[in-house]
């Protein structure tokens, strides 16, 4: 058998030649330079026509095998990232995807070896991302965030990052938007994943906000009204089993000492994961502008100029925006308020968010004149016996939520009218009438009648008149004087355990009333305690106790009464959707209802009975029919017969029949 002799193919098979250089590339030097020589002539031959549709294949496997053994050889192949830069940077939008896609993994394997500096690379790839080439921006999108957190993985890059940050606000207000919004989404990635969390990225992205794009500028808003930290379903499914996978799966499987000891080792890395991740601190983008009232002036600015050529969605999320830096950092913006009351009406479509944007855009530093209009419209619109009780009930609990932040605003006659609702028919307006005239038991009894202020709590007694402008400061911790209390008692009685050794008389004084302390005596006693002792847990506990038996105990004798503690809540940094939309529905429990219910569930139920399927009902019923109307004491002996016999009774029964035909 003739067979042909097989030389050296290395030449010809590069992906051996590049496993066996990586090996050993001293001893294949020839053979690399033979390749490096071969791609530097197709390079020049590419450099004429970058535009070609077909490039070659050679060069594509050339550029990956010189980029693969690029730190073998760092001396001799010290232009070739320049090469690729320098090709990519002028014929980029001209060349076939293929090719650019090759080139740009090429650069990437470079940028995995540290071979080239990331600020080029980086700085390159956002300018590609203007390519209609989707797989090209995706792949370039996941290498720019990967990059990025592995270049500030072990501490912070700060001169990467300025550099970067600046390049990225001018690629903000490209003209192509396909390469603003990937800009935005990667500085808005960056910062859920805690590496770019500093006061410039959230600068750059509030400039976003004020894009001519509605992409860009729908992503920029929503990402301050959004969570700051998301969770990854990629992270999260890497972490491995949980804590109750782990503990089901020992439980079943057979106990042996190397799996008691992998139980253990995955329990504690378990703990400290938990411990790595409550040591985060993550503060809300909103709280890092640099200009927040110039940035809310600027915004309301674009909802006015533009409102015309602006979608009602975009609207809402400005509306939002702006509400919440009025309510977070208190800021004045008297113009707001009468924009919002122009679609103060149930009938609008998003009527309930508007009046979530009221209550956020509402906070104690605000004029009162200002925010007395719109709570006469809300009640005017919704708190009217013409509505449904649903929406007297959102409109109550909307006037709750506003006047818990600016508790002036409501004057004393509407807040007599709107607490007369207590008493009405329906149970959603009478739950939030009540909540609202809880409310103001608590913050401003005096503006209330006096039959509705209740009696007097020991909390209500120290609630001072609210005035506009005035901080309430406290000079120490509020129920700290309930410490001083129990120390003069212990005080006490060691003083009665010295008078009881010492047999002596002790003049006792017979008062009837019991001597309270005045205010001014609680107050420094507070301060006092406050200043010169380190409360403990259980010190902490004790005030908060002693807060809590204060609004449920009268102000004179000792009797108590419930009280709701439905407005803990109230007054918060952020209103919610939920807190508006509450309405309180409660099935009625009376005996005519519940025999209502038993009625209308047995209509429908003649279908499922017994129907005779006979042509003739009025015709005789056949035993099986009588058996059923029976009462069972009569036929239980009968049914004990008719259980399935065995095989043995059967050929019994079948012998002695045959038996009884033979001897006839």
């Known amino acids: 058998m003739s067979y042909r ?89 001209v060349m076939s995807p293929e090719s650019r896609l090759c080139f740009c993994k090429a650069l990437m394997m470079l940028r995995m070896k540290d071979i080239v500096s990331p600020t080029a690379v980086l700085e390159l790839f956002f300018k590609l991302l203007c390519c209609r080439d989707q797989i ?75 894009s001519r794009v509605a992409k860009v500028q729908v992503a920029a808003l929503q990402f301050f009204l959004g969570k700051d930290v998301e969770e990854d379903d990629s992270e999260s499914e890497n972490e491995g089993p949980t804590l109750k996978e782990l503990m089901v799966s020992h439980k079943v499987t057979k106990k ?66 702006i509400s919440r830096l009025i309510g977070l950092h208190e800021l004045i913006l008297l113009n707001v308020y009468p924009y919002i009351q122009r679609y103060l009406k149930p009938s609008h479509k998003e009527v309930t968010k508007l009046l979530l944007f009221t209550a956020q855009a509402s906070h104690a530093l605000v004029p009162p004149d200002a925010i007395e209009p719109l709570l006469r419209t809300i009640a005017n619109n919704f708190i009217t016996e013409r509505n449904s009780a649903d929406v007297m009930a959102v409109g109550l609990n909307a006037v709750r939520e506003v006047c818990a932040r600016c508790p002036l605003a409501m004057s004393e006659e509407l807040l007599s009218d709107l607490v007369e609702y207590k008493h009405h028919r ?54 700290a004087e309930v410490l001083v209390d129990e120390e003069e008692e212990l005080v006490s009685d060691t003083d009665d355990e010295e008078s009881d050794e010492d047999d002596e008389w002790i003049n006792v004084s017979h008062s009837d009333e019991d001597e309270e302390p005045r205010e001014d005596e609680k107050e420094e006693d507070t301060e006092s305690i406050s200043v010169n002792r380190l409360f403990t847990q259980e010190d902490h506990s004790k005030i908060q106790r002693h807060q ?28 919610t959707l939920d807190s508006i939309e509450n309405i309180y529905k409660k099935r009625k429990h009376d005996k005519s209802s519940r025999m209502e219910s038993v009625l209308d569930g047995k209509t429908d139920k003649t279908q499922h009975k017994y129907r005779v399927k006979r042509a003739n009902p009025l015709a005789s019923t056949t035993n099986r029919e009588k058996l059923k109307q029976k009462p069972f004491g009569m036929i239980k002996n009968k049914m004990k017969i008719k259980t399935k016999r065995s095989f043995r009774e059967k050929q019994l029964s079948l012998r002695k029949s045959l038996m009884k035909r033979m001897k006839r």
Request: glycine share 4%.
């Open 548 to 575: 809590l038996e204060k609004g449920i105990k009268f102000s004179k004798t000792g009797s108590k009464r419930k009280m709701s503690d439905s407005g803990a809540h109230w007054g918060d940094e952020l209103a």
């Open 256 to 321: 042996t000492r190397k799996k008691q000891r992998k139980l253990n080792k995955s329990l504690k890395n378990i703990s400290k994961q938990k411990k790595q991740k409550a040591c985060l601190f993550n503060f809300s983008a909103i709280h890092l502008i640099h200009d927040c009232q110039g940035f809310a002036e600027r915004l309301f600015a674009r909802l006015t100029q533009e409102s015309a050529n602006q979608r009602f969605e975009i609207k809402m999320l400005i509306l939002n925006l």
């Open 426 to 479: 329906d149970r959603p307006v009478l739950a939030a009438a009540r909540s609202l005239l809880q409310l103001y038991r608590l913050r401003y009894p005096q503006l209330l009648k006096k039959r509705d202020r209740g009696r007097p709590t020991t909390a209500s007694v120290e609630v001072q008149v609210p005035q506009f402008g005035k901080e309430d400061t406290k000079t120490g911790v509020p129920g």
């Open 136 to 210: 090209l921006r995706k792949i370039l999108y996941e290498h720019i965030v990967m990059d990025i957190k592995s270049v500030n993985s072990k501490r912070k890059n700060q001169k990467l990052n300025s550099s970067l940050q600046n390049f990225m606000y001018l690629m903000l207000k490209d003209s192509d938007v396909k390469a603003a919004k990937m800009s935005l989404d990667v500085m808005v990635e960056l910062y859920r994943k805690q590496i770019w969390n500093d006061t410039k990225t959230v600068n750059v992205i509030v400039e976003a906000c004020f």
């Open 5 to 93: 002799k097989r030389g050296n193919q290395l030449p010809n098979n590069i992906q051996q030649l590049q496993n066996l250089i990586k090996r050993d590339p001293e001893s294949y030097q020839d053979e690399f330079h033979q390749q490096y020589r071969h791609f530097q002539t197709q390079m020049a031959v590419f450099n004429h026509n970058p535009s070609c549709a077909n490039p070659s294949k050679d060069l594509l496997e050339l550029v990956m095998f010189v980029s693969h053994v690029s730190h073998c050889y760092p001396d001799k192949l010290s232009n070739f990232s320049t090469q690729l830069l320098e090709v990519l940077g002028n014929h980029a939008k």
